[in-house]
């Protein structure tokens, strides 16, 4: 899975459970709010102050 700015926090957890720890480390750690399903990944960076490409780097690793 490619994982992009455009990426749903829950489509990618659903595809991709492992990537949660990465998210939680990376400050995430409202990933079991339902609202924080629909968000995009961008939207939930700049929601906590994370650099959406340092993370997407490290998802797509």
């Known amino acids: 899975m490619k994982i992009e ?3 749903k ?3 990618l957890l659903s595809q991709a459970p492992e ?3 990465l ?3 990376a400050g995430m750690h409202c990933l079991g ?3 924080s399903q629909e ?3 961008e939207e939930a960076c700049d929601v906590h102050g994370i650099d959406v490409e340092e ?3 490290k998802l797509n690793a």
Do not use: M
């Open 9 to 11: 926090i829950g489509e």
């Open 19 to 21: 990537k949660a720890e």
């Open 55 to 57: 993370l997407l780097e």
């Open 5 to 7: 700015k455009t990426t």
């Open 23 to 25: 998210l939680l480390e």
């Open 39 to 41: 968000e995009t990944l």
């Open 33 to 35: 709010c339902p609202a």
